[in-house]
């Protein structure tokens, strides 16, 4: 069909939207494809939803490949389902909650796993109705602290969310293979390189996880490559613990260590005034960094946890975040630490001279988690837990004994993968995401089926989403140039641009003719016919708009001679009209 810009809800804007921090929240506000509405929370326009409603469809032909039917549930959902899962409580300040006139709870639903799994336990009852996986395209609501980056990181967004149900392990690692191919071959046909890494499961629970990212350097996820091929988001890093050391002789020494507030001017001060049992001088790495955090848990529970990790590192938010969560994590108060008069500021350690301060055998009440690095055997240079005092040639294993091992210090380029090779760091973006989530919902929501021999057996699940509106703004990212937007033909909101320019009725009359003839062979056209506008107006938004291949009707008009111009390489020839068609439509 034909669309006349003439007539087309449409306004482009020549500068910038002042809250835009990326290319592609520009160049869609700016094109007329997006407006905000609030912080997160966007329009959609006449191009953008033809560009949205492309990736939908190649979603689509791709879930139908891989055996997967389309429902559709309501964003607003009662508060039951989640109350049985407990996600009411874990999902915490993240989730738009509401009541209606009757006082009765309601959510903006940011994921739909227990409806998925209530609608199937409504329906089926047997083995024999699954292997089954269905799946829907719905706006999404998550009360995100600081949205950002256009529709990269918003309030409100469209998302694809899968879920297959099985009656076995087997079935689940098939339909988990199945969905996981459909991905690959979505993002192979959107044109968008992606990294398949290893992924913590956060709320979502389950066992396996997997992330697809784009790399890029405006992602928010940080993800490890080794040259042995290994990858994972670096909240799912698995550092590579050493071997056991034997148990030295001897005793932990303390010192005195006045004006040492940060590690480097405690390592300064052991070189300068304590002699090291080993060779060569000391360093960060001798140290261990306790850190205490306070657990903020869904239930309102305040919990101070300890954490050590080597004092060459900090760390990381990110990795916390997911190895505590659902809990919240914040650095402990002057309130917390007046409680737990054990720990000495500045100075925390799990060894004094009056016996064990954190771990197994202390009574601090305090869970004391190390990093992987602290095995038993190795010595390391610590508070003392007195005021300005340090202890070197505490041992793990022999002065004290954690209450567990925690992955969550920073990773460094070269630090080694669980594959024996290095790593480096890489910015990308998460554009899609499975997980088998196993029984977790399907217990919690009572969802079992009869097996062969008439036994109650529970459904396992896997958990599959891609998101529409992120990968929108991730393509644009991808395809532009200084003019404007340059889409893919996968995606871009018409086949070709006509733009019909001059004074006289040559230009039009012709232009008229073309765009007849492109939509009698099965093209979709825009048709800047739009009178009084001049040709520079009208190229600029032709290249604003993106539309990859351009047809210009203008000063050869008089003579049947039209302009083909690729948006993407910027060519330009001067064919006869009728060839100009036979090659967009050929």
Known sequence: MVTRLSSFFFRSLREDPADAEVVSHRLLVRASYIRRQAPGIFAWLPLGLRVKAKVEQIIREEMAAAGAQEVHFPALMPREPYEATNRWTEYGDGIFRLQDRHGADYLLAPTHEEAFTLLVKDLYSSYKDLPLTIYQIQDKYRDEARPRAGLLRGREFTMKDAYSFDASDEGLDASYQAQRDAYERIFQRLGMEYVIVKADAGAMGGSKSEEFLHPTPIGEDTFVRSEGGYTANVEAFETRAPEALPIP??????????????????????????????????????????????????????????????????????????????????????????????????????????????????????????????????????????????????????????????????????????????????????????????????????????????????????????????????????????????????????????????????????????????????????????????????????????????????????????????????????????????????
Not at 376 to 381: H, K, P, Q
Not at 454 to 477: F, Q
């Open 249 to 586: 002789d001897g005793a932990p020494v303390v010192f005195d260590s006045p004006q040492t507030p940060t590690i480097q001017t405690l390592v300064d001060h052991l070189n300068a005034h304590v002699e090291k049992p080993a060779a060569g001088e000391w360093t960060a790495a001798d140290t261990l960094k306790n850190v205490v955090l306070a657990l903020k848990h869904p239930d309102g529970r305040r919990e101070l946890v300890v954490v050590a990790v080597p004092g060459d590192r900090d760390v990381d938010d990110k990795r916390v975040e997911a190895a505590f969560a659902p809990a919240e994590v914040e650095a402990a108060t002057e309130a917390d630490f007046a409680k737990h008069s054990a720990l000495v500021k500045g100075y925390i350690g799990p060894w004094s001279a009056a016996g064990p301060v954190l771990g197994e055998e202390s009574a601090s009440g305090i869970r004391y988690l190390v990093d992987p690095r602290v095995v038993d055997g190795t010595a390391w240079v610590t508070g003392a837990n007195e005021h300005e005092k340090h202890v070197h040639s505490v041992v793990a294993g022999r002065d004290f004994t954690p209450d567990g091992v925690i992955d969550v210090a920073t990773v460094r380029e070269g630090d080694i993968a669980p594959d024996g090779t290095p790593i480096t760091l890489e910015r990308g973006m998460e554009i899609g995401h499975v997980f088998q989530l196993g029984r977790k919902y399907a217990e919690s929501l009572g969802l079992k089926v009869l097996d062969q021999n008439g036994k109650l057996v529970t459904v396992t699940m896997g958990s599959y989403g891609i998101g529409v509106t992120r990968i929108l703004a991730a393509i644009a990212e991808l395809n532009n140039d200084d003019k404007g937007l340059i889409w893919p033909a996968a995606v871009a909101p018409f086949d070709v641009h006509v733009v019909a320019t001059g004074k006289g009725d040559d230009a039009l009359n012709l232009g008229e003719q073309v765009v007849a003839e492109l939509e009698a062979g099965g093209l979709d056209v825009l048709f800047d016919d739009r009178p009084k506008v001049s040709p520079g107006v009208k190229f600029g938004d032709a290249e604003l708009i993106g539309v990859p291949q351009l047809l210009v009707v203008g000063r050869g008009a008089a003579d049947g001679q039209v302009e083909l111009w690729d948006r993407r390489s910027g060519e330009r020839e001067v064919v006869p009209a009728a060839e100009a068609v036979a090659r967009l439509v050929g």
